[in-house]
């Protein structure tokens, strides 16, 4: 509950602020949800890890073939 009063009071403070203040504020907001997408590529590493992991546990044998392209 504080920290949604507190998110509120900076609301109307930038709502209340100069041009500039707006302008960095809605950078902000547009910027966030971007920062936060995941790497397609750190799942599917954690995907194999797991896939891996379990199959060690369980004895059995995996084959990884690497297509990257890397020497």
């Not at 194999?48 to 084959?63: I, K, Y």
């Amino acid at each position: 509950m504080e920290i949604t009063n507190q998110l509120l009071s900076i609301v109307i403070n930038v709502v209340r602020g100069t041009t500039a203040m707006k302008k960095i504020a809605l950078l902000l907001v547009i910027s966030l949800p971007f920062a936060q997408r995941l790497d397609p590529v750190d799942s599917a590493m954690d995907e194999l890890r797991l896939v891996v992991e379990t199959a060690s546990r369980a004895s059995q044998r995996v084959f990884v073939d690497d297509f990257t392209g890397l020497l």
